[in-house]
């Protein structure tokens, strides 16, 4: 097996074995741009070199010296030689980049005496002393180990010593002067000289960036970031080229387009007299990229033909990194750049339009998720840099949000009643702290995972959410919250991201949202290409017109209990919920009756002629229960009861797990009243809206968690005997259909029963991920978390759907229930409806529509047009 590859033998294509550094460096070999030749160890070698306790072995050191060979002949110098001495760098670059790897070597090869020899031959020895120092720095920080501020301190002393303010003024002397305390400091470390032998400074490099793929560091970045850890590192062993030769050379880096804006114009920064990374250290001002075309026109043309020449070559805007030996240009990286969700947009459309890239490509540009950043209010960057981090939690609702902090909804709502920007603090949220939610600018809990009452009422309502964050303790009682024994009280400024999940001291500035011509541009490619649906999952009329303006084409999940819990109606539900007898029971439903109606009419006017499923009652009862002695007193006042009868109601409804309790179509099968409540609410408003505007309302009752047909049957017979009744009465003629949440495994399991009476099945991930994996939702981020780091799951299955075992019920159920009903209509109205893994998986099983929050619909649009792309191309 081949181990070391020429960068003249190697391509783009070959990532995997020459890391993403080398393969771009071959690339642009064989494309004929300057590059300082070299060649690559590849990641198998890094492989091989676990495989052998962590050492070279012969083979492989007589590999790489027969290239080193190689590009002697090429460069007509030699390693270690005195009149015309070859020097080195030595560069890690993995497949994926990542941080935590080992740092580059510069000047690799320069001894004592090659130094006074090329010192000699170029006449230039303050460049051979600082390309020295430099040297001796990064060996030894890197390859050895010792740190760098060791270093640092003298450089500083020594200029602060003569009074310099750049490294540019040290002198030849002083620079002689500090090579010698930099190799006394090497001794006093490491207890040695510091290595003059060429090839042994080689090897010794190339044996450190091995080493370093299984750092602390980059294990832990892998683990995070779900990267594999046999993947292994590349080393690049590069020819020297040098900017720090004098006044023109220099070395910079550059966008072929500008990364924050997406503006087609280069964008670079360029510094003179310099190597390595000191364009990026801020030792000293860099100057703008055009500049260089005052000092140096020929290298600045030759550079933007270069550009245009990357540009079309990778088809992207790239990210490069160049030197400037005496004048003359080389590069010595290039990669497709990062950029903002602006840029992506602008970029993909514009190099469509130019001709680079078709429509197809342009859509898979843009990372979905990415899209977060347009629809929300962000972080301004400029303020953010100066900001405090003090805590991180789950990012559970994207969006930037500053404000006062307040720890119960009360008074988060009568503050933000005052025009205060308000940040609702909670160990977690219930029912009762909507009001407080609505007002606040953000919701920060510090338990709940990502599926939890913050999480999923949040994201309803596009607001920005931080839940699980156990790093603050939350002290609701003191109304304050405790980080890193500092303690934050109410009325004190915080600032939460939740696309990220940090959490800022005081106030950081944030920009608003706007949707750009581009971003309807891409929507509409999108749109052509998907075959998904995408409906929202929408509570209330507010939310349902947020998600028409982001696209959705229905509702896929309106979620009734939210109804209830606002102020004004909790009370009557908790009557409802307490009632000792079916008349009691009656009497509450009747109050609620027209709250519901008057919801449903807000939200068919909204929706007008498209799909509107509406699930009937689900949560486990005791939710709405009041919950301490002064709750049950007030409850009881106003129900004119005991306090004694209703404490014990309250105490009887109490369940020992109440996810697997009273809850779904359990409910109206107990008590079908309720459903006899809702579904006149939901025909009786879609009567009314069809009567007053005309509209053809779609209404689609939804049964929750039904496992069983008999429990679809039962409510069947309640719900279309009220219906048909009522619009027989009516004379107005209106169609609705019956269907039910495949969310139970049993569920899924007997769909094709079950779609004898469904006409329609809407897979409620969340539930069905609980119940397959039997993961308790609402505490499963204390575990998974743990699995993730150990690398028992790369992903959460509440993030991205479980595909073999979770998706396997649901692929039993599509088949099962098209069986029966060909024409059922299918759609998914989980958490996962917005994730577009998931929503890949979607595709592939052929569901009709994805139903997710309002914010992520436009992430569904594009993820399902990437589905499709995707697929046609296997
Ligand atoms: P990173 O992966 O951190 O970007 P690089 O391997 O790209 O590290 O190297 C760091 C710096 O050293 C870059 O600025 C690069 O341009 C410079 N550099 C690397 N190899 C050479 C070389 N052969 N000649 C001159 N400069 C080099
Ligand atoms: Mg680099
Ligand atoms: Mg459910």
């Known amino acids: 097996m081949k181990f070391v590859y020429s960068f003249k033998d190697g391509n783009k294509e070959m990532k995997d074995l020459l890391g993403g550094k080398g393969a771009n460096l071959a690339e642009m070999t064989t494309i004929g741009l300057p590059v300082p030749q070299g060649f690559t160890v590849t990641t198998a070698a890094c492989n091989e070199f676990y495989n052998n306790d962590e050492t070279l072995w012969d083979e492989l050191k007589t590999e790489i010296f027969e290239e080193l060979k190689k590009l002697e002949e090429i460069t007509g110098k030699t390693f270690g030689s005195l009149d015309k001495p070859l020097l080195v760098s030595v560069r890690s670059g993995a497949k994926i980049s990542m941080p935590g790897m080992m740092d580059t070597i510069l000047n690799l090869g320069l001894n004592d005496e090659v130094a006074e020899s090329l010192a000699k031959i170029t006449e230039n020895p303050r460049f051979v002393y600082d390309s020295y120092r430099r040297f001796i720095q990064m060996f030894s920080d890197v390859v050895m180990g010792v740190p760098k501020h060791i270093f640092e301190d003298v450089l500083t002393d020594e200029k602060s010593k003569k009074g310099y303010r750049y490294d540019t003024e040290l002198t030849t002397d002083d620079l002689k002067k500090i090579v010698a305390e930099f190799k006394e400091l090497y001794k006093k470390e490491i207890g040695e000289n510091f290595p003059q032998e060429p090839r042994e400074q080689l090897l010794n490099a190339v044996h450190a960036v091995f080493s370093s793929w299984n750092n602390d560091r980059a294990i832990m970045y892998r683990d995070i970031n779900g990267i594999a850890h046999d993947l292994g590192t590349a080393v690049?062993?590069?020819?020297?080229?040098?900017?720090?030769?004098?006044?023109?050379?220099?070395?910079?880096?550059?966008?072929?387009?500008?990364?924050?804006?997406?503006?087609?114009?280069?964008?670079?920064?360029?510094?003179?007299?310099?190597?390595?990374?000191?364009?990026?250290?801020?030792?000293?001002?860099?100057?703008?990229?055009?500049?260089?075309?005052?000092?140096?026109?020929?290298?600045?043309?030759?550079?933007?033909?270069?550009?245009?020449?990357?540009?079309?070559?990778?088809?992207?805007?790239?990210?490069?990194?160049?030197?400037?030996?005496?004048?003359?240009?080389?590069?010595?990286?290039?990669?497709?750049?990062?950029?903002?969700?602006?840029?992506?947009?602008?970029?993909?459309?514009?190099?469509?339009?130019?001709?680079?890239?078709?429509?197809?490509?342009?859509?898979?540009?843009?990372?979905?998720?990415?899209?977060?950043?347009?629809?929300?209010?962000?972080?301004?960057?400029?303020?953010?840099?100066?900001?405090?981090?003090?805590?991180?939690?789950?990012?559970?609702?994207?969006?930037?949000?500053?404000?006062?902090?307040?720890?119960?909804?009360?008074?988060?709502?009568?503050?933000?009643?005052?025009?205060?920007?308000?940040?609702?603090?909670?160990?977690?949220?219930?029912?009762?702290?909507?009001?407080?939610?609505?007002?606040?600018?953000?919701?920060?809990?510090?338990?709940?995972?990502?599926?939890?009452?913050?999480?999923?009422?949040?994201?309803?309502?596009?607001?920005?959410?931080?839940?699980?964050?156990?790093?603050?303790?939350?002290?609701?009682?003191?109304?304050?919250?405790?980080?890193?024994?500092?303690?934050?009280?109410?009325?004190?400024?915080?600032?939460?991201?939740?696309?990220?999940?940090?959490?800022?001291?005081?106030?950081?500035?944030?920009?608003?949202?706007?949707?750009?011509?581009?971003?309807?541009?891409?929507?509409?490619?999108?749109?052509?290409?998907?075959?998904?649906?995408?409906?929202?999952?929408?509570?209330?009329?507010?939310?349902?017109?947020?998600?028409?303006?982001?696209?959705?084409?229905?509702?896929?999940?309106?979620?009734?209990?939210?109804?209830?819990?606002?102020?004004?109606?909790?009370?009557?539900?908790?009557?409802?919920?307490?009632?000792?007898?079916?008349?009691e029971r009656e009497v509450a439903l009747e109050k609620l009756l027209p709250f519901?109606?008057?919801?449903?009419?807000?939200?068919?006017?909204?929706?007008?002629?498209?799909?509107?499923?509406?699930?009937?009652?689900?949560?486990?009862?005791?939710?709405?229960?009041?919950?301490?002695?002064?709750?049950?007193?007030?409850?009881?006042?106003?129900?004119?009861?005991?306090?004694?009868?209703?404490?014990?109601?309250?105490?009887?409804?109490?369940?020992?797990?109440?996810?697997?309790?009273?809850?779904?179509?359990?409910?109206?099968?107990?008590?079908?009243?309720?459903?006899?409540?809702?579904?006149?609410?939901?025909?009786?408003?879609?009567?009314?809206?069809?009567?007053?505007?005309?509209?053809?309302?779609?209404?689609?009752?939804?049964?929750?968690?039904?496992?069983?047909?008999?429990?679809?049957?039962?409510?069947?017979?309640?719900?279309?005997?009220?219906?048909?009744?009522?619009?027989?009465?009516?004379?107005?003629?209106?169609?609705?259909?019956?269907?039910?949440?495949?969310?139970?495994?049993?569920?899924?399991?007997?769909?094709?029963?079950?779609?004898?009476?469904?006409?329609?099945?809407?897979f409620g991930t969340n539930d069905l991920t609980q119940m397959t994996y039997g993961f308790s939702r609402d505490d499963a981020n204390k575990f998974i978390n743990d699995y993730k780091v150990k690398g028992v799951f790369d992903t959460d299955p509440f993030v991205s759907i479980d595909e073999t075992g979770v998706g396997k019920l649901m692929k039993i159920a599509v088949d099962l229930g098209r069986k029966t009903r060909p024409n059922i209509k299918l759609g998914i109205c989980g958490e996962h409806g917005g994730d577009p893994k998931s929503i890949d998986f979607c595709n592939r099983l052929g569901l009709n529509y994805v139903s997710c929050s309002p914010f992520r619909v436009p992430i569904a649009r594009l993820a399902a047009a990437q589905a499709v792309i995707k697929q046609e191309q296997k």
């Open 596 to 762: 519901q109606k008057e919801d449903f009419i807000g939200i068919f006017k909204v929706m007008k002629e498209k799909p509107v499923t509406i699930r009937l009652l689900d949560p486990p009862l005791h939710e709405f229960l009041p919950k301490d002695d002064e709750e049950i007193k007030e409850l009881a006042d106003n129900m004119n009861i005991s306090y004694e009868l209703l404490k014990n109601q309250v105490t009887s409804l109490h369940e020992f797990n109440p996810m697997l309790g009273h809850r779904g179509c359990r409910l109206a099968i107990s008590y079908p009243e309720i459903a006899v409540m809702q579904t006149r609410a939901i025909i009786e408003a879609a009567i009314a809206v069809k009567k007053e505007e005309g509209y053809d309302v779609k209404p689609e009752i939804m049964i929750p968690l039904v496992g069983n047909i008999t429990e679809l049957t039962f409510i069947e017979k309640v719900v279309k005997e009220v219906a048909d009744s009522i619009i027989k009465e009516s004379g107005v003629e209106l169609n609705y259909l019956y269907g039910t949440m495949i969310e139970v495994p049993r569920g899924a399991l007997t769909s094709d029963e079950i779609a004898q009476t469904a006409e329609f099945f809407s």
């Open 236 to 583: 690049n062993v590069q020819s020297m080229v040098f900017g720090n030769m004098g006044d023109d050379c220099g070395t910079g880096v550059a966008f072929t387009r500008n990364p924050s804006t997406g503006e087609k114009k280069l964008m670079g920064e360029f510094l003179m007299n310099a190597q390595g990374e000191d364009v990026v250290a801020g030792i000293r001002t860099p100057v703008p990229i055009a500049k260089l075309n005052e000092v140096n026109p020929g290298a600045y043309d030759e550079f933007v033909n270069v550009c245009k020449t990357l540009e079309g070559h990778y088809k992207d805007m790239q990210d490069i990194e160049f030197t400037i030996e005496n004048k003359k240009l080389y590069l010595l990286q290039t990669r497709n750049g990062k950029r903002t969700a602006q840029a992506a947009l602008k970029i993909a459309i514009e190099m469509f339009e130019e001709g680079l890239i078709t429509k197809d490509q342009a859509l898979m540009r843009i990372e979905p998720k990415q899209l977060d950043q347009l629809l929300h209010p962000t972080f301004d960057k400029q303020s953010l840099e100066n900001a405090k981090m003090i805590a991180s939690g789950l990012a559970a609702s994207p969006g930037a949000a500053t404000g006062k902090i307040f720890f119960t909804a009360e008074s988060a709502s009568k503050n933000a009643k005052d025009n205060q920007k308000v940040i609702l603090v909670r160990t977690e949220t219930s029912p009762e702290d909507l009001e407080g939610m609505v007002a606040a600018e953000g919701i920060l809990t510090s338990r709940g995972g990502r599926t939890s009452h913050a999480a999923v009422v949040a994201r309803g309502m596009g607001k920005c959410c931080v839940c699980g964050c156990e790093d603050i303790y939350v002290d609701e009682k003191n109304l304050q919250f405790e980080v890193n024994g500092k303690v934050y009280k109410e009325g004190d400024y915080i600032s939460i991201d939740g696309s990220t999940g940090k959490i800022y001291d005081g106030i950081v500035e944030t920009n608003d949202a706007s949707l750009s011509e581009n971003f309807n541009t891409l929507m509409k490619w999108a749109d052509d290409r998907r075959k998904l649906q995408v409906r929202t999952n929408a509570d209330t009329p507010n939310d349902a017109a947020n998600a028409i303006k982001f696209g959705a084409e229905g509702i896929g999940l309106c979620r009734t209990e939210h109804m209830f819990f606002e102020e004004t109606r909790i009370s009557a539900i908790r009557e409802m919920i307490v009632a000792s007898s079916k008349t």
